[in-house]
Structure formats: C-alpha cells, structure tokens
C-alpha cells in the first residue's frame, strides 16, 4: 500500500474511480428506492412503515462498517506511518457520523408507530447512541491540539479503544434481551425477509457503500490540497 502513499498518484487514482462511484451511487440509490417505495410490498404486520427500513438498516450498517475502516486506517497510520491512512480515517469520521445521526434517526421514526415511543435504552440503541458519541469524539480529539501530529495520534488511539463497540453493537440483540428486533439478513441460515424486499435492501446497502467511497475520495482529496496549500503559506511566512 505504500505504493500509493505518494499524494500526487493518489489523486490522479481517485479522480478516476470518482465518475465511476458517483454513477453508481445515483444507479444504486435510485433502483433502491424506487424498488423500495413503489415495488415492494407492504408488511403483513408493520404495514408501509416498513419502508423506513430501506433507509434505516443501510445507513445502521453504513455506521458500523466506517468505524471499522476509521478504525482499520488509524491502526495503520499508528503503526506504519501511512501518510494517507491519517487522512483516510479523518475523512471517514463525518461520514460516519452522517450515517450513525441518520440509522438513529431513522430508527426513532420506525419506533414511535412500532413501539409507541421515540426512544428505548435498549442495548442495540443505546450503543449506537455511544458509537455516535465515538465519531464526535474522534473529530474533537483530532482538532484538539496545535501540534497536528499530537491530534493524529489521540484521535487515532481513541478510534481503536472504541472499536470494541462494534461487536457489541453487532450482538446486542442475541446476547441482551431488547425491544430491536433481532438479524433478519445476516443469519447463519440464510436471510429471513422476502426476496421483494432483500432485493431493494441489497441495493440500498450498496449504494450506501459507493456513495461512502465516492465522498471519501473526495474528501481525501480536498484534505490533500489543504496539506499543500498549508505548506506554502508557511514558506511565504519564513522566506
């Protein structure tokens, strides 16, 4: 990987994988939900406020996989001093964030005509509410100090103390009993929803997953840019 550490062959890759991920996620995005407002059925016992789970489950599993890539890339930066790790994981924070504000969101929405009430301290929502928490905290800790690098390295430590959550996260509903009703998709023998209704699932989630890519190219990109036009502005300042 450290082949492409250099930031000028970075950017010449990732503005070619850009067109491609942006056009894909408008393709996703748009037969997902398309399939999951107009096509798919209704459910027998949750009736149309089950379309809340085209958005909710994609964005829940879009929370838990970019903390596991911030996680994964500030392991890297820490241990092999990738110098886009860094700037992976910080582009990846707001972004999961998003994800997590919105499955929470989302998630209440579906609550109050399910179980009558916005919000439950169940485990599976309450971890989530901490896995938010673990998103702002990271942004805070990387801004937190004048020496980048000390910033870097406490955000980064913090990203992987808190990716014990993500299991927790994961299990909840089988190890603690909870109002969240358990896995439906990922099940050892085999998704239990509907074919109608996995299809539009499916392609929620991958669009999710592009549209993830296709900002953290960009963000990536712009923090480059940022780096370049930081060091300039210092050598005007000591000649």
């Not at 970019?66 to 092999?80: D, N, P, Q």
């Not at 582009?91 to 439950?120: D, E, H, Q, Y």
């Not at 896995?183 to 050892?188: E, F, G, L, Q």
């Not at 109608?196 to 990536?220: E, N, Q």
Request: proline share 5%; charged share 10%; aromatic share 14%.
């Amino acid at each position: 990987m450290h082949r492409f550490a250099n930031p000028s062959r970075f950017v010449r890759l990732s503005r070619l994988f850009e067109p491609w991920l942006a056009g894909l996620t408008v393709t996703l995005l748009g037969a997902g939900l398309y399939l999951g407002l107009f096509a798919s059925p209704p459910d027998y016992q949750q009736g149309e406020s089950v379309r809340i789970m085209y958005v909710h489950v994609p964005a829940a599993w879009m929370a838990l996989f970019c903390y596991t890539s911030m996680a994964i890339a500030a392991a890297v930066g820490l241990i092999w001093k990738h110098p886009l790790a860094d700037l992976g994981a910080k582009a990846t924070a707001p972004i999961g964030a998003c994800f997590t504000f919105l499955a929470l969101l989302t998630g209440s929405l579906w609550g109050k005509p399910m179980w009558g009430t916005w919000w439950v301290w169940d485990a599976r929502l309450t971890s989530m509410l901490v896995l938010f928490f673990l998103y702002l905290g990271y942004m805070a800790l990387h801004n937190a100090f004048d020496d980048p690098a000390r910033g870097v390295r406490a955000s980064s430590i913090l990203a992987l103390v808190g990716v014990v959550n993500v299991p927790i996260i994961k299990f909840s509903v089988d190890w603690w009993y909870t109002l969240h009703q358990p896995a439906s998709i990922v099940r050892m023998d085999g998704p239990s929803i509907h074919s109608s209704m996995l299809w539009p699932l499916g392609l929620m989630m991958a669009g999710f997953t592009t549209y993830y890519l296709w900002v953290m190219l960009l963000r990536i990109r712009g923090e480059i840019v940022a780096n370049k036009i930081r060091v300039l502005r210092l050598r005007q300042v000591h000649g």
